[in-house]
T-cell receptor, first 115, second 110 residues
């Protein structure tokens, strides 16, 4: 089975540019999570969706960040305009809702560097 | 909110046992997960506890005491490939999101 697929794996861009990160969850998973990981702050939840609907976006840092899930197999996280402090590894994860012991499965992440 | 504490680093010798502790202070509790993360890679699921007691999975075991807000991950017969960061994560009630601890970096020496 294919796991969670994220693209791109690496992104280097200049501050002020728009950045779009993409995620394809595991088929049949109805929860999708976006995380950011840095040395200083560890792994932080940004937003999560259930059946394509955003449930909790309290972790989104500010208005420069937005996330969408137009269908069950695709989600985007957008940063506009980007700033150097946004440099981090961004993970997408998905899980099923059959029971609460279902683990979240993580993609390989996007390593983002804003110059 | 969730307050989750883990030691920052631990070092052990190949073949030995290491115990990674995790304490949490939460406004509710509905399960605790342990994840392993190798450098530069994604976290991968190791174990889940929701009831008190020990869950064993091969060389790895996880323990939970809800009354004490305490869990540990026990790694036995350490191998070099076990060198990684180990993340403790807590799930609040009526929710599917996880709050992660900062992680414990385990270094296995020959």
């Amino acid at each position: 089975d294919a796991g969670v697929i994220q693209s791109p794996r690496h992104e280097v861009t200049e501050m002020g540019q728009e950045v779009t990160l993409r995620c394809k969850p595991i088929s049949g998973h109805d929860y999708l999570f976006w995380y950011r990981q840095t040395m200083m702050r560890g792994l932080e939840l940004l937003i999560y969706f259930n059946n394509n609907v955003p449930i909790d976006d309290s972790g989104m840092p500010e208005d420069r960040f937005s996330a969408k899930m137009p269908n069950a197999s695709f989600s985007t996280l957008k940063i506009q305009p980007s700033e150097p402090r946004d440099s981090a590894v961004y993970f997408c994860a998905s899980s099923r809702s059959l029971s609460r012991n279902q683990p979240q499965h993580f993609g390989d992440g996007t390593r983002l560097s804003i110059l | 909110g969730q307050n989750i504490d883990q030691p920052t680093e631990m070092t052990a010798t190949e073949g030995a046992i290491v115990q990674i502790n995790c304490t949490y202070q939460t406004s509710g509790f509905n399960g605790l997960f342990w994840y392993q993360q190798h450098a530069g890679e994604a976290p991968t699921f190791l174990s889940y506890n929701v009831l008190d007691g020990l869950e064993e999975k091969g060389r790895f075991s996880s323990f939970l005491s809800r009354s004490k807000g305490y869990s540990y991950l026990l790694l036995k017969e350490l191998q070099m490939k076990d060198s990684a960061s180990y993340l403790c994560a807590v799930r609040p009630p009526n929710d599917y999101k996880l709050s992660f601890g900062a992680g414990t970096t385990v270094t296995v020496r020959a």
